[in-house]
């Protein structure tokens, strides 16, 4: 049984830049969350996606977006990158918006320079 | 503003006894709680949790205390081995969508506490 699996593992960009991190759910699951990590922080969340919606997002801008797909899978878009933008991205899946037992994936470590 | 807060960065402990590991949380609307275990280079994972309606929830080794009054929970692992060595995170979150600024289900997280376990 995978569980959650998240791509790239580590990516470097230029201040200015977009990147675009990926997640796949564990299996039978269909609401993800994201979520930044700062060094030395615990996750913070940015979003949660259920349905293919939007369904609620923590104190993050606008240049924070995502998307999920039909089958459940999900992309984060980060848009004119900050070097504050630096931080480890997890994403978790759950069995259901109302579960509150999310399953995290390694997560992508996103440096920008 | 931290709702959720961890203030022991680290904690050592000899295998064999008992660690707790402290978390203190200042939102009133907070109903549901949670510990993960994250080793480096792997996400969080989910260890125990608790309901506000409860005080004590076990699972083997790990057992988890809540004084809502205090706003306070504590892990407990009894007894200690070298394999809990990783950093663990203190989460919460409201159980109703009508609290403003949060959604149902939204996690707040600790800075974590960084336990060592010492053979």
């Known amino acids: 049984d995978a569980g959650v699996t998240q791509s790239p593992t580590h990516l470097i960009k230029t201040r200015g830049q977009q990147v675009t991190l990926r997640c796949s759910p564990k299996s039978g699951h269909d609401t993800v969350s994201w979520y930044q990590q700062a060094l030395g922080q615990g996750p913070q969340f940015i979003f949660q996606?259920?349905?293919?919606?939007?369904?609620q997002r923590g104190n993050f801008p606008d240049r924070f977006s995502g998307h999920q797909f039909p089958n459940y899978s999900s992309e984060l878009n980060v848009n004119a990158l900050l070097l504050g933008d630096s931080a480890l991205y997890l994403c978790?899946?759950?069995?259901?918006?109302?579960?509150?037992?999310?399953?995290f994936g390694p997560g992508t470590r996103l440096t920008v320079t | 503003d931290q709702q959720v807060k961890q203030n022991s960065p680290s904690l050592s402990v000899q295998e064999g006894r008992i660690s707790i590991l402290n978390c203190d949380y200042t939102n009133s609307m907070f109903d549901y709680f949670l510990w993960y275990k994250k080793y480096p280079a792997e996400g969080p994972t989910f260890l125990i949790s608790i309901s506000s309606i409860k005080d004590k929830n076990e699972d083997g080794r790990f057992t988890v205390f809540l004084n809502k009054s205090a706003k306070h929970l504590s892990l407990h692992i009894v007894p200690s081995q070298p394999g809990d060595s990783a950093v663990y995170f203190c989460?919460?979150?409201?159980?109703?969508?009508?609290?403003?600024?949060?959604?149902?289900?939204?996690?707040?997280f600790g800075k974590g506490t960084k336990l060592s376990v010492i053979p």
């Open positions: 989460a919460a979150s409201p159980e109703t969508e009508s609290y403003s600024g949060a959604g149902s289900y939204q996690l707040t």
């Open positions: 996606y259920y349905e293919e919606e939007e369904r």
């Open positions: 978790a899946s759950s069995l259901d918006r109302e579960s509150y037992e999310q399953y």
